[in-house]
């Protein structure tokens, strides 16, 4: 289809569907732009919320394939201190940034929404009720 309306503007004749042909392009590509952009903004708050999340016993593995559990975080310096190996063979503490976390089990926490769940329609119709009877008590 893109090639029958590139063969009819490439005619000098129909100097109109030129540009109504530039103005579809246009307008294809600034929506393919504009929605590429929208979903990385999504993904990349998505994971700063996620590295934001990470906090003292949560299990981190680094870009580097170092796994263990975070000891404690700076805030300011956006740095954490790593845990690794164990009791037998010696612990190891490691600081990070935080931007090297690959992998981890912190969860983000869901802002609270300020819109009022829909209600079911049972729950509507009850309090029609108990709005009708306060009515009737009141008469």
Not at 26 to 41: A, E
Not at 65 to 71: A, F, H, R, T
Not at 95 to 105: C, E, G, P, S, W
């Amino acid at each position: 289809m893109i090639l029958m309306l590139l063969e009819e503007a490439a005619k000098p004749a129909n100097s109109w569907t030129q540009y109504i042909l530039l103005a579809v392009l246009v307008v294809i590509f600034g929506v393919g732009f504009w929605w590429s952009s929208r979903s990385n903004k999504k993904r990349q708050a998505k994971e700063e919320a996620k590295l934001n999340a990470v906090g003292p016993g949560n299990k981190v593995k680094t870009i580097g394939g170092i796994c263990g559990i975070v000891v404690s975080v700076d805030a300011e310096e956006k740095t954490f201190v790593l845990e690794t190996g164990d009791e037998e063979h010696g612990k190891c503490f490691i600081k990070f940034d935080r931007q090297a976390i690959y992998q981890t089990d912190a969860v983000a926490e869901e802002p609270a929404k300020a819109d009022k769940k829909s209600e079911t329609a049972e729950e509507v119709i009850a309090q029609a009720e108990a709005k009708a009877e306060e009515e009737t008590k009141a008469e």
